[in-house]
């Protein structure tokens, strides 16, 4: 096969792989949406926060039962028994319910062995994504974070003014009042007789 032939073929075979993710993600919440379906239904066996380990051959009294279909009860049951919690309280000696939560069967050494096995491989791959997340110290700070607090006015702060110079020329006296002409001292009536007489000597010289 050519290079050219293999480029082909890895084009070909693109499209069909993502459709099958497509349908993967769709079968999936198909499954998700029947397991909440059951646990409404049946909350005494069913609850995803707090598990119990499952009567084995469950499905059968599901199925008896008649509210779902063989379809909807093998989609959920798909979800539920793997979920971490479900392997979480698969522990050797619990009790096992049926549908109405009664006690039937205990959970052997060899199925509880078999859970822990899958509860340990769903922490590794927990492990390794939390490894591949950046650290919080490397995360880019905030526009505003990198200012220091110093650098920040308070609000409503008044600017500083010029202190004045202690050494400034002190200011003027008032000016004393002019000394009183010595013909206001006079009567009205000298006051206007030397009035005359300085106007008659004007006139003559």
């Not at 989609?75 to 109405?100: F, H, K, P, W």
């Not at 880019?140 to 220091?148: E, L, T, V, Y």
């Amino acid at each position: 096969m050519t290079e050219q032939n293999a480029t082909d073929t890895e084009a070909a075979q693109a499209p069909a792989k993502r459709k099958t993710d497509a349908q993967r993600k769709k079968e999936f919440d198909a499954n998700r949406k029947a397991m909440d379906e059951l646990c409404e239904l049946y909350p005494d066996a069913f609850n995803p926060r707090k598990p119990k380990p499952l009567k084995i051959g469950i499905h059968e009294a599901l199925a008896e039962d008649g509210k779902l279909s063989k379809t909807r009860i093998r989609r959920a049951l798909n979800v539920y028994v793997r979920l971490r919690s479900y392997y979480a309280c698969m522990q050797e000696g619990v009790d096992r319910v049926t549908i109405d939560g009664t006690p039937a069967g205990q959970v052997s050494a060899e199925d509880a062995a078999h859970a822990k096995e899958k509860f340990d491989a769903i922490e590794k791959r927990r492990a390794e994504r939390a490894k591949q997340r950046p650290p919080a110290a490397n995360r880019k700070p905030r526009a505003d974070g990198d200012k220091p607090e110093t650098a920040r006015k308070p609000r409503g702060a008044r600017p500083n003014k010029p202190r004045k110079d202690s050494r400034a020329a002190p200011a003027k006296a008032p000016a004393a009042p002019e000394a009183a002409k010595p013909e206001d001292s006079l009567p009205p009536e000298d006051r206007m007789k030397r009035k005359l007489e300085m106007l008659v000597n004007k006139t003559k010289n």
